[in-house]
C-alpha cells in the first residue's frame, strides 16, 4: 500500500482509481488499429519551421531539431518575415517591473491603436506565426496602429528596478498583478505615445489580466473603447474539461509548498535554446496530439502541425508558480483574487476567502468569441461570464473552433477576424 508523502501541510494523495483508468483509457486509444494518435504523424513543412530559426541555430537536416541550440527570432525579426518593421519600448510598471512593449510600424499617421495580450506563458510572437493570415497583420493592413504586450515574468519582462530573477520576490506575482500594474503600464504608454484610446484584444488568460484591471482600476474605461475577448479564460465557473479538472486540482497543494529557490522554477516555465516541447512534438507526435486532443479539444486531422510546432518553439514563454495556482483555483470558483488561506486571506484581506473582481466595473463595450469544442474555455461555462459583464455587445460561439484555432486556424479570417474588424469600425475612434 503506498504511503502518503508529506508536502508542508498538505499530504500528497496517490493517483485516484479515475486517474488510472483514464490512463488505460488513453493506452486503447494509443495502440488502436484504425484512426489512431499513435500511428498517426502529421506532415510539417521543416523550411517554414528553420525561417523563425536565429541564423546562430544548428540545424540537421535529419532531425527537425538540432540537439545544441534551438534559437529562435524575436519579434522584431519576426515581423521582419512578413515584410513589416517593428519596434521594440521599453516601459516601467509602477511597482518596478521592467517590460518590453512591442509596436508594429503603422501605415499611416494617426492610426487609432490596439493593444494585443497574450495567453497564459505565451509571448507577442504568438500573434504573428502565419504573417498575412494573423489578425495583427491584418489590422496592421487595414490601417490600425498595433502594440503587442508582455508581462513580468516572460522573455521580455525578466527585469526589475531592484530585484534580480534570482530573488523569489521576483516571482510573487500572478495574472492578478498582470491587471494591476502590467496593462495599465501598457495602456499608459500607448497613449501618451498616440494621444488616443484604443481597442484591446485578448486571447485566454490575456482576458482575465483585462477583467481585472478593469475590476481593480475602472478609470482605465476612459481610455478604452471595445474589447475583444477570443477564448476568453475569465470568470466562467468550471470552465476546465473533466480531464484537467481530475489532473490539475493535484497540483494546486504541490506549487504552494514548492522552494522556488530550490527548484529554480524561473527558469522551468520560461523559454530556452533547446525547447523539449519542439523536440517532443516533432519526434513523437503522437504524445503532443494527445494532449492537444484531450485538454483543449484539437481535432488532430484538421491542425495544421506545421503551426503547432512553431507555437511550441515560443512556449512557454515565463510565468511563475503562483500565477499556475491562481489560474486552476478560477478554474473551479469564481473570478477572485488570489486565495492566500483562511489565515492568510484574514491577514491580507480582512476576510476567510479572497474578494470576488468586480466585474461591474468592465462598463466599455465587451465582445466575446468562443469556441464549441474549446475543453479550456466550455460554451457553459461563459454564460456566467456574458451574464456578469455589464456591457457585453455580441457574445458569439465559433463552430468547431478549439483554444488554439484563435491563432492558428486556416478558416480563422473568415470565421473569426472579420468580424472582429467589423467590431472595431464600430467603436474606432469613441475615445
Known sequence: MLSKLQIGPRPYQPPSALLTLFQIFILLLLVQKENSLFLYRPPFDQDYLEMFLEPDAEIYRNFPISPTAWHVKETVEVLKLWGKSGEEHTITTEDGYILSLFRITPLQKKAPP??????????????????????????????????????RGSNYGRRHVNLTTANEKFWDFSFHEHGLYDAPAMIDHIYRETNQ????????????????????????????????????????????????????????????????????????????????????????????????????????????????????????????????????????????????????????????????????????????????????????????????????????????????????DKNSRRLLYNPILEDLKTYVGTK
Not at 324 to 344: E, K, L
Not at 397 to 407: A, I, T
Open 114 to 151: 490596439v493593444l494585443f495580450l497574450y495567453g497564459f506563458t505565451g509571448a507577442p510572437e504568438t500573434f504573428l506565426l502565419r504573417g498575412k493570415d494573423d489578425l495583427a497583420i491584418i489590422l496592421n493592413e487595414a490601417g490600425y496602429d498595433v502594440w503587442l504586450g508582455c508581462y
Open 197 to 408: 484610446g484604443m481597442a484591446v484584444i485578448a486571447h485566454s488568460m490575456g482576458n482575465a489580466v483585462f477583467m481585472s484591471m478593469l475590476a481593480l482600476r475602472p478609470e482605465y474605461n476612459n481610455m478604452v473603447y471595445v474589447f475583444v475577448g477570443m477564448a476568453p479564460y475569465a470568470v466562467a465557473r468550471f470552465q476546465f474539461s473533466p480531464l484537467v479538472h481530475t489532473l490539475l486540482p493535484g497540483l494546486v497543494p504541490l506549487l504552494r509548498n514548492i522552494n522556488t529557490n530550490t527548484l529554480k522554477y524561473a527558469d522551468l516555465y520560461t523559454r530556452r535554446k533547446l525547447n523539449p516541447l519542439v523536440v517532443v512534438c516533432a519526434i513523437a507526435r503522437w504524445t503532443c496530439l494527445t494532449t492537444l486532443q484531450f485538454s483543449q479539444g484539437v481535432d488532430f486531422k484538421e491542425i495544421d502541425w506545421t503551426y503547432v510546432l512553431v507555437l511550441a518553439a515560443y512556449f512557454p514563454s515565463g510565468t511563475s508558480n503562483k500565477n499556475i495556482v491562481h489560474i486552476i483555483s478560477i478554474g473551479n470558483a469564481q473570478f477572485r483574487q488570489y486565495d492566500y488561506g483562511t489565515t492568510g486571506n484574514l491577514a491580507r484581506y480582512k476576510s476567510r476567502t479572497p474578494p470576488v473582481y468586480n466585474l461591474t466595473n468592465v462598463r466599455i463595450p465587451v465582445s466575446l468569441y468562443y469556441g464549441d469544442n474549446d475543453m479550456g474555455v466550455l460554451v457553459s461555462g461563459m454564460k456566467a461570464q456574458v451574464k456578469a459583464l455589464p456591457n457585453v455587445i455580441k457574445s458569439t460561439v465559433v463552430k468547431g473552433y478549439n483554444h488554439p484555432d484563435f491563432l492558428l
